[in-house]
């Protein structure tokens, strides 16, 4: 039997395997990119499985190009994704970076497992992004990530740029009841920081 004549779900499994080997990178070389160029066959079966793209990991050492990592987030649909973000290449410019962290606050209810790292020439969004809703969180790691601030609670004046993300003020709810893991690295050392991030871990 031929890979042409596979049935779809062995063909999927083979496809995850492929996707994990890849270990998170996000390339046109690497799973699932280059199987959706191999045939039409396949490049419809990965296509319509958006559980392929749910994943990928450039908080190390791996430099992308931003609109690699929207056109992921954008095949991955309605599905909980596991994405580590940061490490854009020289290629990527801070408008298309700025792009992406915006998109991508956008699917924060699709958040499953995230980690941020700083990148220069973020400090200065263009727009602040409020968390509201982080239902789907489990595990989060921030690095070296200081424009957060406290909606309501901290004056945004005093802040030396505009921040990225607003937390809610401690009187909301929680929004992310599922977390579970959470490690920060870098962040401005101030209560109002602090007790944001820990009203996320409350019920």
């Not at 994943?55 to 994405?83: E, K, M, P």
């Not at 400090?123 to 969180?137: A, E, Q, V």
Request: aromatic letters at 10%.
């Amino acid at each position: 039997m031929n890979a042409a004549t596979l049935p779809a779900d062995a063909l999927s499994e083979i496809f995850e395997l492929a996707i994990e080997l890849a270990r998170g990178s996000i390339s046109l070389r690497e799973a699932p990119f280059n199987l959706s160029h191999t045939c039409r066959w396949w490049r419809q079966l990965v296509l319509d499985n958006r559980r392929f793209w749910a994943y990928f990991d450039c908080c190390q050492d791996r430099n992308i190009h931003v609109r690699l990592a929207l056109l992921w987030l954008q095949r991955s649909g309605d599905t909980i994704v596991r994405y580590g973000t940061g490490s854009f290449s020289a290629t990527s410019s801070i408008a298309d970076i700025q792009a992406w962290y915006q998109e991508l606050l956008q699917h924060q209810s699709r958040w499953g497992t995230i980690c941020l790292a700083s990148k220069p020439g973020l400090s200065r969004p263009s727009h602040s992004m409020p968390l509201h809703d982080l239902s789907n969180l489990v595990a989060w790691d921030i690095f070296d990530w200081k424009p957060f601030c406290f909606s309501g609670d901290t004056d945004r004046a005093s802040l030396p740029s505009t921040p990225l993300f607003i937390l809610p003020p401690a009187a909301d709810p929680p929004i992310a009841p599922r977390l579970r893991a959470l490690r920060c690295e870098g962040l401005s050392d101030t209560m109002d920081t602090t007790s944001g991030l820990l009203v996320m871990l409350s019920h």
